[in-house]
């Protein structure tokens, strides 16, 4: 029987808002593809059908009366629906996941910023993805001040860029905790470099990461 194809690898991007994650992430979509490795660029709350469905309510900014308990259960359906219908199959027929956000983001602003315990997040962290877990995590890291002023000068605000400075300062300090506990999954960048200085260490952390785990083909 001829082996089936490799297991792809999810690597994830994390950080408060206005971190510059959505740039960077063009960063390492270009880097993938100069690496020939096949990805699918994806997102979260989002990624499927259903799960955009969900993200849609959550970032409503009218949506103020969700309780914290409510918005956990939302993210962790939209994840299950994600992690279904677009990250399992892409990672079993080897192809590599870039996701904007996943789990550790619960971790942060639904344990950090929200005070749910970090034992009920991980509970559900195993119930939906069972072994599952990022392999590559780059965390842009900045002072929550400053990235409430970056989020604050775009034209609208969502549900959660809308957060107070002290809901952003603990995920901050969630996402620095969790960075330390886990150095040889997270690359922890100074997102208040210029954007060409983060550019270039996320691709030189990415080709390392690659050359130490190269695609099975290349």
């Not at 996941?97 to 789990?103: E, G, H, I, P």
């Not at 809308?162 to 150095?183: H, I, M, N, S, W």
């Not at 208040?192 to 695609?215: G, K, N, S, W």
């Amino acid at each position: 029987m001829r082996p089936g194809p490799p297991q792809g690898c999810l690597i994830t991007l994390e950080g408060i808002e206005g971190a510059g994650k959505s740039t960077q992430c063009e960063t390492l979509v270009a880097t993938l593809a100069e690496l020939g490795i096949p990805f699918l660029q994806t997102r979260e709350p989002g990624g499927s059908p259903i799960a955009e469905r969900i993200r849609a309510l959550l970032l409503d900014p009218e949506q103020e009366g969700l309780c914290a308990q409510a918005e956990l259960l939302l993210i962790f359906a939209a994840r299950a629906e994600h992690l279904a219908q677009s990250v399992r199959p892409a990672l079993e027929a080897g192809t590599w996941v870039l996701s904007d956000r996943f789990t550790d983001a619960s971790f942060a602003y639904q344990g950090g910023g929200r005070g749910i315990s970090a034992e009920s997040i991980a509970g559900l962290e195993t119930l939906v993805q069972g072994a599952l877990r990022p392999d590559l995590t780059f965390l842009f890291d900045l002072p929550a001040e400053l990235g409430l002023k970056r989020a604050k000068a775009r034209a609208d605000l969502d549900r959660f860029e809308a957060e107070t400075l002290g809901f952003f300062e603990r995920a901050r300090q969630v996402y620095l905790q969790r960075a330390k506990l886990d150095p040889a999954r997270f690359r922890v960048l100074d997102a208040t470099q210029d954007v060409e200085q983060v550019a270039r260490h996320v691709r030189e952390a990415l080709v390392d990461f690659v050359a130490r785990r190269p695609f099975s083909g290349q």
